[in-house]
């Protein structure tokens, strides 16, 4: 069973960072696609950023500039290094993997940017 398990998040003031990491178990950590998605109040989940097995990165335009994703496969773990935050980043972030065992998701993180 695969399990992802967020950590990082927290109250920053607009212009901060804040590091996300996400570690993984129950999987071939190396094999699978990755990513952190986030969803606001009232707002549809969306996509923030993608890492593939290779490590080619995806950013939503929104966060371009502002967000790298990660991968240590050593360690099972992803990261999301957030600079430059602004009020509108706040949500909740979710780490997800996509594999052979399918789309899973993590519990999600508070990430709340004051202005």
């Known amino acids: 069973q695969v399990q992802l398990v967020e950590s990082g998040g927290g109250l920053v003031q607009a212009g901060g960072s804040l590091r996300l990491s996400c570690a993984a178990s129950?999987?071939?950590?190396?094999?699978?696609?990755m990513g952190w998605y986030r969803q606001a109040p009232g707002k549809q989940r969306e996509l923030v950023a993608t890492?593939?097995?290779?490590?080619?990165?995806n950013y939503a335009d929104s966060v371009k500039g502002r967000f790298t994703i990660s991968r240590d496969n050593a360690k099972y773990t992803v990261s999301l290094q957030m600079n430059a935050l602004k009020p509108e980043d706040t949500a909740v972030y979710y780490c997800?993997?996509?594999?052979?065992?399918?789309?899973?998701w993590g519990q999600g993180t508070q990430v709340t940017v004051s202005s």
């Open positions: 890492i593939s097995p290779g490590s080619t990165a």
């Open positions: 997800n993997s996509n594999g052979a065992q399918g789309t899973n």
């Open positions: 129950g999987t071939i950590f190396r094999l699978n696609a």
